[in-house]
C-alpha cells in the first residue's frame, strides 16, 4: 500500500480577494485597523509595524506593470505570509532571513517591481521569462545602473529571494534560479567603495556642536519654565475660545477689549494665516470670554481684519517672564502665537541633549518612554548612584529564528544619563502623558488637533534640528550673542545619525578651549566608568563604547604619526618618555582612508605601554603604562585619565610645539593677573611661572634627530 506523502508546510494556500494581507499572529495591536484585504490596490505596512519611530510605508500595485502585477501580488503575500525553508538558510548565513523585517518588505517589493519594468520593456510579461540567461543580463543591468555595491547587494538579493519564495507559492512562477546565487555574487557588482559603517559617517564640528550643546541646554534649563507655562496658558484660551457660547456678557466684554486699543491707538493681535496677517481671532475669544461668532461679528463691522494687517501686534499672555539669557529676562512678555513653535523647539532641544549625552541611535532616543529614567534609590553609603535609562533598543534584536523584531527588546545594560540627560527627560515628562513615549507624535504636534500613533520619525526630527538652529541664531543675534551663532557644519545638514559618532570623536579627543563640550565629555567620562557601564564593556562592547574605541584608535594614531612628522622634520622632543614614544610611534600604523573595526580597536588599545595620547589640556603627550601612571593611583586603568594628569609623571612627552604653547598660556595668565586683585593675582602669576618652567625644562633636554633615539 502506497502511502500518500506528507503535505509541504512551508507551502501556502491561494488567497481569495477578501484575504488579510498580514496573518493575524504578525499584526501590531495598534495598527491592526489598518490591514489591507488581499485584492486592494494599496497594502499598507503599518500593521506589520511596532518601532514608535518606524516610517509606516504601503505597497501601491498600480505602479507595477500591469502584465507581472498579479504574479507579482501573490509573491508579496506570499513574502509576507511565509517563510523561507531552513536547508536554503542554511548556507546562506545571516544574508537571508526566513522573512523580512517589518522595513525590508516594502523594499523588496519595491526591487521585485524594478525587476517587473525591466522585463516589461524587453516584451517579456512573466515570471517564467526570467531564464539563467536573462537573469544574467538583469545582474549586468543592476552591476552597471546601481547608485551603490550596497544597492546592487540589495537588488540583486531581492531576486535571489523572490525566486526562494517561488517554492511556498500556491501558484509557483517557475522563475529561474539566479546565476549569482549559485556561482557567486561578485561578478554581478560595480568595485567596492572604501568607507562604510558608523566610522565612516562624519562628526558634527566642535564649532557647530559646542553652540549647538549650549543653546538645547539653555531651553531645558532655563526656559523650560517659561514654554511650558506659556504652552498651558495658550491651551486653556483656545479652550475658552471653542466652547465660549455667545452671550451679552462675552460681547461687552469684547467690545470693551476693542475700544480700549482703539482708545490707546494701540496695534491689534494679529496672527499669520498662509504667510497673510489677520486678526487673532481666537485670541481675543479666549481673553475675553466672547463666542468666535461674536469676534467674527465685530471683525466684520468695523474693518478689524484691514487695521490688524495695517497695525499688527502681539498676543502677550498674563505670565511672569522668569527665564534669563545672558543674565536679562530674554522676553518682555510671552506671547499666544509662539507658545506652539517654543514647544516644538523645546521638543527638539531635549532630543539634541538626550541624543548627544547617551550615544543612544536616533531610534532608540525617539522609543524612551515617561518613566524610563527614575531617580536612583541611595546606596548602602547613603549617596545616590547614576541615573539609568531603561529602554528599546531595536537595530540587531532577532527572535529565535534571526528574524528582526519590530518592536525591539528592552537593553539588557541601560543606558547612563548625566545630569542635562536628566533634565531634558524631565521636561519631556511634563510634555507626555505617564507611560507613553517621550517623543510621543501626538503630544508633539502643537498645531494640529489630529490623533496619532507611535513617535516622531527620524526624517521629521531633522527638519525640526534645523529649525531650532535658524531660530537659536535668530535668538543669538535679537539677544547681542553672535558669538553664540551655531555656524553651518562643514561636512552639511546636522541630521540625527551624526550625534552618536561626534559623542564618541569627542570624548576620544577631547578638544580643549569649548566650555560647554569640554564639561559634558568630562561627566559622560565619569559616567562610562561606572560599575554599569564597566559591566556592560566586559559583556558586550555593542554600544558606544565601540565607537569610543574606534575614534580612540584612529586619534593615538594620528598623535604617533603628528610625533614621526615633527621629529623627521627637525623637531625636538623631551620628557621621560621621549625615546620610549618616538620608537613607539614609528611602528604605529597610519589609518587614514580606512576603516577600523572596533574589534581590532580594542586589541590596538590594549597594548600596555604602546599607545600615544594626546593631552591637549595638559599640553603633553602620554605614552601610557599602567605601572607608572600617576594617574591611575591604586587602579591600574586600562588608559590614561587625561582630566588628571599629574606633573612628573614618567609617560609624559612634549614637543617644540607645546613649550611655544606653554609659553602662549603663561603670557595669557599674566595678563589677567594684571587685572585680578591679590591673592588671587599671586596664584594665576605663580601658575603662569610653573608653566614657563615645563617650557623651559623642555629646551633644555629637548632631543632631535641628530641624537639616535635607541
Same mark, same amino acid.
Given at each position: 500500500?502506497?502511502?500518500?506523502?506528507?503535505?509541504?508546510?512551508?507551502?501556502?494556500?491561494?488567497?481569495?480577494?477578501?484575504?488579510?494581507?498580514?496573518?493575524?499572529?504578525?499584526?501590531?495591536?495598534?495598527?491592526?485597523?489598518?490591514? +489591507?484585504?488581499?485584492?486592494?490596490?494599496?497594502?499598507?505596512?503599518?500593521?506589520?509595524?511596532?518601532?514608535?519611530?518606524?516610517?509606516?510605508?504601503?505597497?501601491?500595485?498600480?505602479?507595477?506593470?500591469?502584465?507581472?502585477?498579479?504574479?507579482?501580488?501573490?509573491?508579496?503575500?506570499?513574502?509576507?505570509?511565509?517563510?523561507?525553508?531552513?536547508?536554503?538558510?542554511?548556507?546562506?548565513?545571516?544574508?537571508?532571513?526566513?522573512?523580512?523585517?517589518?522595513?525590508?518588505?516594502?523594499?523588496?517589493?519595491?526591487?521585485?517591481?524594478?525587476?517587473?519594468?525591466?522585463?516589461?520593456?524587453?516584451?517579456?510579461?512573466?515570471?517564467?521569462?526570467?531564464?539563467?540567461?536573462?537573469?544574467?543580463?538583469?545582474?549586468?543591468?543592476?552591476?552597471?545602473?546601481?547608485?551603490? @555595491?550596497?544597492?546592487?547587494?540589495? +537588488?540583486?538579493?531581492?531576486?535571489?529571494?523572490?525566486?526562494?519564495?517561488?517554492?511556498?507559492?500556491?501558484?509557483?512562477?517557475?522563475?529561474?534560479?539566479?546565476?549569482?546565487?549559485?556561482?557567486?555574487?561578485?561578478?554581478?557588482?560595480?568595485?567596492?567603495?572604501?568607507? %562604510?559603517?558608523?566610522?565612516?559617517?562624519?562628526?558634527?564640528?566642535?564649532?557647530?556642536?559646542?553652540?549647538?550643546?549650549?543653546?538645547?541646554?539653555?531651553?531645558?534649563?532655563?526656559?523650560?519654565?517659561?514654554?511650558?507655562?506659556?504652552?498651558?496658558?495658550?491651551?486653556?484660551?483656545?479652550?475658552?475660545?471653542?466652547?465660549?457660547?455667545?452671550?451679552?456678557?462675552?460681547?461687552?466684554?469684547?467690545?470693551?477689549?476693542?475700544?480700549?486699543?482703539?482708545?490707546?491707538?494701540?496695534?491689534?493681535?494679529?496672527?499669520?494665516?498662509?504667510?497673510?496677517?489677520?486678526? +487673532?481671532?481666537?485670541?481675543?475669544?479666549?481673553?475675553?470670554?466672547?463666542?468666535?461668532?461674536?469676534?467674527?461679528?465685530?471683525?466684520?463691522?468695523?474693518?478689524?481684519?484691514?487695521?490688524?494687517?495695517?497695525?499688527?501686534?502681539?498676543?502677550?499672555?498674563?505670565?511672569?517672564?522668569?527665564?534669563?539669557?545672558?543674565?536679562?529676562?530674554?522676553?518682555?512678555?510671552?506671547?499666544?502665537?509662539?507658545?506652539?513653535?517654543?514647544?516644538?523647539?523645546?521638543?527638539?532641544?531635549?532630543? #539634541?541633549?538626550?541624543?548627544?549625552?547617551?550615544?543612544?541611535?536616533?531610534?532608540?532616543?525617539? %522609543?524612551?518612554?515617561?518613566?524610563?529614567?527614575?531617580?536612583?534609590?541611595?546606596?548602602?553609603?547613603?549617596?545616590?548612584?547614576?541615573?539609568?535609562?531603561?529602554?528599546?533598543?531595536?537595530?540587531?534584536?532577532?527572535?529565535?529564528?534571526?528574524?528582526?523584531?519590530? %518592536?525591539?527588546?528592552?537593553?539588557?545594560?541601560?543606558?547612563?544619563?548625566?545630569?542635562?540627560?536628566?533634565?531634558?527627560?524631565?521636561?519631556?515628562?511634563?510634555?507626555?502623558?505617564?507611560?507613553?513615549?517621550?517623543?510621543?507624535?501626538?503630544?508633539?504636534?502643537?498645531?494640529?488637533? @489630529?490623533? =496619532?500613533?507611535?513617535?516622531?520619525?527620524?526624517?521629521?526630527?531633522?527638519?525640526?534640528?534645523?529649525?531650532?538652529?535658524?531660530?537659536?541664531?535668530?535668538?543669538?543675534?535679537?539677544?547681542?550673542?553672535?558669538?553664540?551663532? #551655531?555656524?553651518?557644519?562643514?561636512?552639511?545638514?546636522?541630521?540625527?545619525?551624526?550625534?552618536?559618532?561626534?559623542?564618541?570623536?569627542?570624548?576620544?579627543?577631547?578638544?580643549?578651549?569649548?566650555?560647554?563640550?569640554?564639561?559634558? =565629555?568630562?561627566?559622560?567620562?565619569?559616567?562610562?566608568?561606572?560599575?554599569?557601564?564597566?559591566?556592560?564593556?566586559?559583556?558586550?562592547?555593542?554600544?558606544?563604547?565601540?565607537?569610543?574605541?574606534?575614534?580612540?584608535?584612529?586619534?593615538?594614531?594620528?598623535?604617533?604619526?603628528?610625533?614621526?612628522?615633527?621629529?623627521?622634520?627637525?623637531?625636538?622632543?623631551?620628557?621621560?618618555?621621549?625615546?620610549?614614544?618616538?620608537?613607539?610611534?614609528?611602528?604605529?600604523?597610519?589609518?587614514?582612508?580606512?576603516?577600523?573595526?572596533?574589534?581590532?580597536?580594542?586589541?590596538?588599545?590594549?597594548?600596555?605601554?604602546?599607545?600615544?595620547?594626546?593631552?591637549?589640556?595638559?599640553?603633553?603627550?602620554?605614552?601610557?603604562?599602567?605601572?607608572?601612571?600617576?594617574?591611575?593611583?591604586?587602579?591600574?586603568?586600562?588608559?590614561?585619565?587625561?582630566?588628571?594628569?599629574?606633573?612628573?609623571?614618567?609617560?609624559?612627552?612634549?614637543?617644540?610645539?607645546?613649550?611655544?604653547?606653554?609659553?602662549?598660556?603663561?603670557?595669557?595668565?599674566?595678563?589677567?593677573?594684571?587685572?585680578?586683585?591679590?591673592?588671587?593675582?599671586?596664584?594665576?602669576?605663580?601658575?603662569?611661572?610653573?608653566?614657563?618652567? =615645563?617650557?623651559?625644562?623642555?629646551?633644555?633636554?629637548?632631543?632631535?634627530?641628530?641624537?639616535?633615539? +635607541?
Amino acid at each position: 500500500m502506497t502511502t500518500a506523502p506528507e503535505p509541504d508546510a512551508f507551502r501556502l494556500p491561494l488567497p481569495t480577494p477578501t484575504t488579510p494581507v498580514v496573518p493575524p499572529h504578525r499584526v501590531s495591536a495598534q495598527h491592526a485597523h489598518l490591514n +489591507a484585504r488581499y485584492a486592494e490596490p494599496t497594502w499598507p505596512m503599518a500593521p506589520l509595524i511596532e518601532n514608535p519611530s518606524q516610517p509606516r510605508k504601503s505597497i501601491f500595485w498600480d505602479r507595477c506593470p500591469q502584465a507581472l502585477r498579479e504574479e507579482l501580488r501573490l509573491m508579496a503575500w506570499t513574502l509576507i505570509n511565509g517563510e523561507l525553508r531552513r536547508i536554503f538558510l542554511k548556507n546562506r548565513g545571516v544574508t537571508m532571513r526566513s522573512r523580512p523585517s517589518a522595513n525590508e518588505t516594502p523594499a523588496t517589493v519595491i526591487r521585485w517591481t524594478q525587476l517587473a519594468k525591466w522585463l516589461d520593456e524587453r516584451g517579456l510579461p512573466a515570471l517564467a521569462d526570467c531564464t539563467r540567461p536573462v537573469l544574467h543580463e538583469y545582474g549586468l543591468f543592476v552591476r552597471d545602473t546601481a547608485a551603490s @555595491r550596497q544597492m546592487a547587494v540589495k +537588488a540583486l538579493t531581492a531576486v535571489t529571494r523572490l525566486w526562494a519564495y517561488d517554492s511556498l507559492s500556491a501558484r509557483p512562477t517557475g522563475i529561474a534560479r539566479p546565476p549569482w546565487d549559485e556561482h557567486g555574487v561578485d561578478n554581478y557588482l560595480p568595485a567596492a567603495a572604501d568607507g %562604510g559603517g558608523e566610522n565612516a559617517r562624519e562628526p558634527l564640528s566642535e564649532e557647530t556642536m559646542s553652540p549647538l550643546l549650549t543653546w538645547a541646554m539653555r531651553m531645558i534649563d532655563e526656559l523650560a519654565d517659561d514654554i511650558l507655562a506659556a504652552w498651558a496658558e495658550t491651551c486653556r484660551l483656545r479652550g475658552i475660545a471653542a466652547r465660549a457660547p455667545s452671550t451679552p456678557e462675552g460681547r461687552t466684554a469684547l467690545d470693551a477689549y476693542l475700544d480700549a486699543m482703539f482708545a490707546a491707538g494701540s496695534p491689534l493681535p494679529a496672527s499669520r494665516n498662509n504667510g497673510t496677517g489677520c486678526l +487673532a481671532s481666537t485670541y481675543l475669544a479666549g481673553v475675553t470670554g466672547a463666542s468666535l461668532n461674536q469676534v467674527t461679528v465685530r471683525t466684520a463691522q468695523r474693518g478689524l481684519t484691514r487695521i490688524a494687517a495695517e497695525r499688527p501686534g502681539p498676543c502677550p499672555l498674563t505670565l511672569p517672564v522668569t527665564g534669563q539669557i545672558a543674565g536679562a529676562p530674554w522676553r518682555t512678555a510671552l506671547d499666544f502665537n509662539e507658545a506652539p513653535l517654543l514647544m516644538r523647539h523645546l521638543g527638539t532641544a531635549a532630543f #539634541i541633549v538626550c541624543a548627544y549625552l547617551t550615544g543612544m541611535r536616533p531610534q532608540e532616543t525617539l %522609543g524612551m518612554r515617561a518613566g524610563c529614567c527614575p531617580d536612583p534609590e541611595p546606596g548602602a553609603d547613603g549617596h545616590a548612584g547614576h541615573h539609568l535609562i531603561r529602554s528599546h533598543h531595536y537595530k540587531t534584536v532577532t527572535d529565535e529564528d534571526g528574524n528582526h523584531l519590530s %518592536g525591539g527588546a528592552e537593553r539588557d545594560v541601560p543606558w547612563v544619563a548625566i545630569t542635562p540627560v536628566v533634565r531634558a527627560i524631565r521636561v519631556l515628562e511634563r510634555i507626555v502623558p505617564d507611560g507613553h513615549l517621550l517623543f510621543d507624535l501626538d503630544s508633539h504636534q502643537f498645531r494640529s488637533t @489630529r490623533p =496619532y500613533t507611535g513617535s516622531l520619525k527620524a526624517s521629521a526630527m531633522r527638519v525640526r534640528i534645523e529649525d531650532f538652529v535658524a531660530w537659536a541664531n535668530a535668538e543669538a543675534a535679537a539677544q547681542g550673542l553672535p558669538e553664540e551663532t #551655531i555656524p553651518p557644519d562643514p561636512h552639511g545638514a546636522i541630521g540625527t545619525t551624526r550625534f552618536r559618532r561626534s559623542l564618541a570623536w569627542h570624548i576620544a579627543r577631547r578638544p580643549g578651549g569649548l566650555v560647554a563640550l569640554a564639561i559634558q =565629555y568630562g561627566h559622560m567620562r565619569t559616567a562610562l566608568a561606572t560599575e554599569v557601564s564597566e559591566g556592560y564593556a566586559s559583556r558586550s562592547r555593542s554600544g558606544i563604547h565601540r565607537l569610543i574605541d574606534v575614534e580612540t584608535a584612529l586619534s593615538v594614531a594620528e598623535t604617533a604619526a603628528e610625533l614621526r612628522d615633527h621629529f623627521d622634520v627637525g623637531g625636538g622632543v623631551s620628557g621621560p618618555a621621549a625615546r620610549h614614544a618616538l620608537l613607539r610611534a614609528a611602528r604605529t600604523p597610519r589609518f587614514e582612508g580606512r576603516e577600523i573595526k572596533a574589534n581590532f580597536a580594542r586589541k590596538f588599545l590594549a597594548r600596555d605601554g604602546a599607545v600615544l595620547y594626546d593631552n591637549p589640556h595638559a599640553l603633553l603627550l602620554c605614552l601610557y603604562k599602567r605601572d607608572r601612571a600617576l594617574c591611575a593611583n591604586s587602579t591600574l586603568r586600562e588608559a590614561p585619565a587625561l582630566d588628571r594628569c599629574v606633573p612628573g609623571c614618567g609617560n609624559s612627552v612634549r614637543t617644540d610645539d607645546h613649550a611655544a604653547q606653554l609659553r602662549e598660556r603663561a603670557d595669557l595668565l599674566d595678563k589677567k593677573a594684571v587685572h585680578t586683585p591679590q591673592p588671587v593675582g599671586d596664584r594665576i602669576r605663580a601658575n603662569a611661572t610653573r608653566l614657563r618652567s =615645563y617650557a623651559d625644562e623642555h629646551d633644555r633636554t629637548r632631543i632631535t634627530r641628530q641624537e639616535s633615539p +635607541a
